[in-house]
């Protein structure tokens, strides 16, 4: 089995704590109701939300995925860290086994905002390759939706406070 690396960064004008608490631990809840075109619903299926908990998150009718289930590994509500792995879904192809991340918001030297900064492994099947640039498409999407929590934060500034 093949692991390729990936770390990515971005910024946003919002503190780490509301960033994670919206993003993390409410994630079932807001994602669904600000991006109903990328997520259909996000259930916890198993557990209470903390360290083995797994989340089923369904996508749209008409979505080039259908689902994706992913297991709660490590949660650090005081660090605002969390880390999570792929388990299931079609996502994975025939390629992949796996996908690990690991979500860390950090507190930035600017404006009281914050540094979320990703680390993924992508964990694959046999000896099977993969390009880092097949990922690039999946890294853009998911800044666009911290951009998104991003605004909504900014819009409603008791939200998470």
Same mark, same amino acid.
Do not use: W
């Given at each position: 089995?093949?692991?390729?690396?990936?770390? =990515?960064?971005?910024?946003?004008?919002?503190?780490?704590?509301?960033?994670?608490?919206?993003?993390?631990?409410? &994630?079932?809840?807001?994602?669904?109701?600000?991006?109903?075109?990328s997520f259909k619903?996000?259930?916890?299926?198993?557990?209470?939300?903390?360290? #083995? &908990?797994?989340?089923?998150?369904?996508?749209? $009718?008409? &979505?080039?995925?259908?689902?994706?289930?992913?297991?709660? $590994?490590?949660?650090?509500?005081?660090?605002?860290?969390?880390?999570?792995?792929?388990?299931?879904?079609? =996502?994975? #192809?025939?390629?992949?086994? =796996?996908?690990?991340?690991?979500?860390?918001?950090?507190?930035? &030297? $600017?404006?009281?905002? =914050?540094?979320?900064?990703?680390?993924?492994?992508?964990?694959?099947k046999g000896d099977?390759?993969?390009?880092?640039?097949?990922?690039?498409?999946?890294?853009?999407?998911?800044?666009?939706l911290y951009k998104?929590?991003?605004?909504?934060?900014?819009?409603?500034?008791?939200?998470?406070?």
């Amino acid at each position: 089995m093949g692991v390729l690396h990936l770390n =990515s960064e971005t910024t946003t004008a919002v503190a780490p704590s509301r960033m994670f608490k919206a993003f993390i631990l409410d &994630s079932q809840n807001l994602l669904p109701k600000l991006v109903p075109q990328s997520f259909k619903n996000i259930e916890l299926i198993e557990g209470d939300g903390g360290v #083995g &908990s797994i989340k089923l998150i369904n996508f749209p $009718d008409g &979505s080039y995925y259908k689902y994706v289930k992913h297991r709660i $590994d490590v949660l650090d509500k005081e660090n605002f860290v969390c880390k999570y792995t792929l388990i299931e879904g079609d =996502s994975l #192809g025939d390629k992949l086994e =796996s996908i690990v991340y690991e979500v860390k918001f950090e507190a930035s &030297s $600017d404006n009281g905002g =914050s540094v979320c900064k990703v680390a993924s492994e992508y964990h694959t099947k046999g000896d099977h390759e993969i390009k880092e640039e097949v990922f690039k498409a999946s890294q853009e999407k998911a800044v666009e939706l911290y951009k998104v929590v991003e605004a909504h934060l900014l819009a409603n500034p008791d939200l998470y406070a």
